[in-house]
């Protein structure tokens, strides 16, 4: 979620700009840009040789969380990460939890992550800065740190397997997407945003795609690979949050309506009250 109501997250809207003649002081009023952004992290179970050479021996996984680009380089291991983010982000901290040394991390440059071995499950807290041209303020997001591996509702399967069972199915992945949008910005920061386009996620499924737990149809989808985010899942995302908006709008309405419908009846009661007082 965003933390100032002018850069905000999920939203996208293409207006035709009102520019201004002072691009340094002055914003292009009417516009919205945004890029889109993916955070999370990957986790591999240590080997009996890996953890014997650890000052923590009681240390089960390897892993990393990021913040990157949506996007995946062709024929990469990794998820995402196919564009340098650094034209609009100046640094990331990762905070993580108190038992870390230096538990909060400050990464200054590409890429923008932060990789440690542990045994249990916690929240990250990711604070992103901009670039001083932005004239924008930090955005945090909180991320769930992912080590074991995705099981579906109901399946028996559990939660937290035996660790040779894990280390056989492989990396565990556990990816967000997001759209960071601009409002009304800079005009020396449309102009270096312009610059940089990001590069296009793939129409198609090419790979395995992201476990998401808001879509369980995807569990099965998820597995096979290094998996990557598609425009089809963009779509599917943005269908999923409207379909949320407008049941959200519907909720409103109706505790709304409730209300007025309690503030009548309590007008009447008071009605009442004073007529019996009066007739007293």
Known sequence: MASNERVRVRVRALLSPVLSTN????????????????YGNTAWVLTPKEREALPHPDHTHRWTVAVRSAASAPDSDTVGGADDLSYFIKRVTFKLHETYANATRTVDKPPFEVSETGWGEFEVNIRIMFVQESGEKSITFYHHLKLHPWTATGSGEPEIPPIETAAKLGPVHSWQYDEILFRDPFQTFLNILTAHPPTPLPKNKRRPIPFHVANPASLEASKGGVPEFTQEMEKDEAERLEAARVQLAKEHQRLHQLVLQKEAELSQVKKEIEKMTQGS
Do not use: F, K
């Open 23 to 38: 691009s340094y002081v002055l914003r292009a009023q009417g516009l919205d840009i945004y890029r889109p952004i993916i």
